[in-house]
């Protein structure tokens, strides 16, 4: 049961959290819209799980060459395939279902959401650049489930933010794991063929260009004049220190903790993230309330 959880990757749930973000920045705070948004955040759930299980079936081989990955449930021989394929079947039928209770709309979303990482799992994940941009088109699935799924028109302000920080993350995660190739003197085409694509000097243009606009775009949507008007206040202004300081410490944690390749674990366990997405959170709920 141990090695079955690790296979599903329970901690990854908090990039689901994306789901909830259009319901708080559009004031629909009301009890069927945040009951839908948790249904669609349970659904992706089930779909991020079975994402996982099938990007692991599909790469038994190149991450029993991983210096990491290798102690995987599935390259380690602790799950075996057949089983992990049964698991797949009933977590994307769960996610269907349950999307399905939200919306038509929420259940194309996490559909698209499966039929995307299938072509990335198949081919798209060893094409350039390219394979960032599939990475952040799943986020933005996820941004349009709790916008669009919920009735609620998304501002392109909320799609642009989202973009560029998906995008940054993205590119800092290539950019750990080109690090821990470096340290670990392991073959690029052995664990991921399309890092051999990539060079450190292009990663770090990729993620300054990306990061500097994450900061410009939620700048500019904290004091444009819509964003004033949606929720009578101009002191959103006051939230982004905190998202350049998550900014900076994550490049910090990337460059001398050895860490980004596992974002969701990155920010459970370091102290500094943490502090400061739940003080983001609360002043923005303190603005916005």
Known sequence: MQAIIKLLRPHQYIKNGFVLVGPLFAHQWDIPTLSSALLAFVAFCFMASAVYVLNDLMDIEADRAHPVKRSRPLPSGKVSPAMAKGLFVLLVASSL????????????????????????????????????????????????????????????????????????????????????????????????????????????????????????????????????????????????????????????????????????????TDGHLLLTVFSWIGVTLWVLS
């Open 97 to 268: 279902v349950t999307a399905a209770f939200v919306s038509l709309e929420a259940q194309c979303f996490t559909a698209i959401y499966l039929l995307l990482n299938v072509l990335y799992s198949w081919r798209l994940k060893h094409v350039v650049i390219l394979d960032v941009f599939i990475i952040s088109a799943g986020f933005m699935l996820r941004i349009l489930a709790g916008t669009l799924g919920l009735g609620i028109t998304p501002s392109a302000w909320l799609l642009l933010c989202g973009l560029m920080v998906t995008l940054f993350l993205g590119f800092a995660k290539r950019r750990a794991e080109l690090l821990m190739l470096e340290n670990s003197g392991a073959d690029g085409n052995q664990t991921r063929r399309v890092l051999d694509d990539y060079s450190p000097a292009m990663l770090e243009q990729f993620i300054a260009v990306t990061a500097a606009c994450t900061v410009l775009s939620y700048g500019l949507y904290t004091v444009s004049p819509q964003t004033t008007a949606l929720h009578g206040s101009d002191s959103l202004i006051w939230t982004l220190p905190f998202v350049i300081y998550g900014i900076f410490r994550y490049l910090f944690l990337l460059h001398h903790q050895a860490k980004g390749t596992d974002t969701a674990k990155d920010l459970l």
